[in-house]
Nanobody, 118 residues
């Protein structure tokens, strides 16, 4: 399994970013896929997850209503659209697989830095 996140950057509070993840080696009927983030000195936080069976989505309370996860199966890509960004969203974001949403992530690749600052 290979996962490569991209699309991070510096954005002002209230701004938007869309993160992309190129995935390969996945068996779609085995893995759900999602995004987690980690800020310096903080614990890892699951942000969003999408189920491979029916596309149901799950979000952390901290991002609900602001972030949207989506997949493009034709291009083996996963996206995270982030709106109304806040300074507390600053972190390295990783796309990752999990046997099912809500369980621990088992594979992830290099993350992408998101910095929200004026």
């Amino acid at each position: 399994v290979q996962l490569q996140a991209s699309g991070g950057g510096l954005v002002q509070p209230g701004g938007s970013l869309r993160l992309s993840c190129a995935a390969s080696g996945l068996t779609s009927d085995y893995h759900d896929i999602g995004w987690f983030r980690q800020a310096p000195g903080e614990e890892r936080e699951g942000v969003a997850c999408i189920e491979s069976t029916d596309g149901s989505t799950h979000y952390a309370d901290s991002v609900k209503g602001r972030f949207t996860i989506s997949v493009d199966n034709a291009n083996n890509s996963v996206y995270l659209k982030m709106n109304k960004l806040k300074p507390e969203d600053t972190a390295v974001y990783y796309c990752a697989t999990t046997p099912f949403c809500g369980s621990d992530y088992d594979y992830w690749g290099q993350g992408t830095q998101v910095t929200v600052s004026s």
